[in-house]
């Protein structure tokens, strides 16, 4: 049986930004988990207490979402990249294994490629940036106007319920399953002034009509950390041949494919995403004790 450590929910001052964070347990190295597009760190909330028996856990919502600020600003790939090194700065945190879901997965990609030395692995979760292809229904989203009239809709009461339900279809591969939990966060933060002007933000910063135009699928055999690329093989949004695409290119890569099911693993399937991320975690704590142990050696 697997046990859970209490989280706790904190905030604290980055770059001016108060965001907000949720944390469990004490052992380094830490685990920084990184949600995507239109969500929070809610997301988490189904895997974070059990990850937390062996390591500390660090769930952020990002700038523009959940319980954290909504600045007027572009949500830029540039901008959220360095939002999560100062976040790690400013905590004092040296070395992280990053956990990053769709957004999250490319801006935890793109730290690692330009900070290496700060990610003792990385954990690549049906992420964004792997081929120009998703589903139409985001890419649609980034057209002028029809992006701002979604917004309008989504912002009054049925339209936060439609939005909810609409999500719950597209990310999940059995909707009828979904936690009220979840539908319950979708529909509170579609209310929140700034939300779904940041989400879209960030969707078009990623998007255009055509799919995804940052693609960073070349630069994987930089990645010299060990590397696992977990997706639901149902997956609506982002097809799960980009996982064994870009496993392929890595140095030290791992795949997980969890089966009956979609875009959100640590939601739709806590049991098998934790059970599959310990097992890496076990991996890189023994690779991280060799190197301890040969470093060691070399200086005896």
Known sequence: MITETATEEKYIDVGGLNIHYQTAGNNDPPLVLLHGVGESAIDWSWVLPKLATNHRVLAIDLPGCGESDKPQRDYSLDFLTQFLADFLKTLEIQRAVLVGNSL??????????????????????????????????LSNLTL????????????????????????????????????????????????????LEAGLSSLRAQLNLFG????????????QMPTLIMWGINDLVLPNNQAQNAVSRLKQGHLALIPNCGHIPQVECPELFTTELKKFLVLVNE???????EAQRLRE
């Open 144 to 195: 002028p106007v029809y992006g701002e009239l979604a917004i309008a809709w989504c912002r009054t009461p049925l339209g936060a319920t439609q939005r909810a339900w609409s999500r719950a279809l597209l990310l999940f591969n059995q909707p009828v399953k979904v936690p009220p939990q979840w539908i319950a966060e979708q529909e509170r933060m579609a209310k929140i002034p700034g939300f």
């Open 212 to 223: 995804q135009h940052q693609i960073i699928l070349d630069l994987l055999p930089q990645l």
């Open 104 to 137: 999250g997965g490319i801006i935890a990609l793109r730290l690692a490629l330009s900070k290496p030395e700060q990610v003792a692995a990385l954990v690549l979760v049906d992420s964004m940036g792997f081929s120009n292809i998703v589903n139409p229904i």
């Open 287 to 293: 690779s991280m004790n060799l190197s301890h142990a």
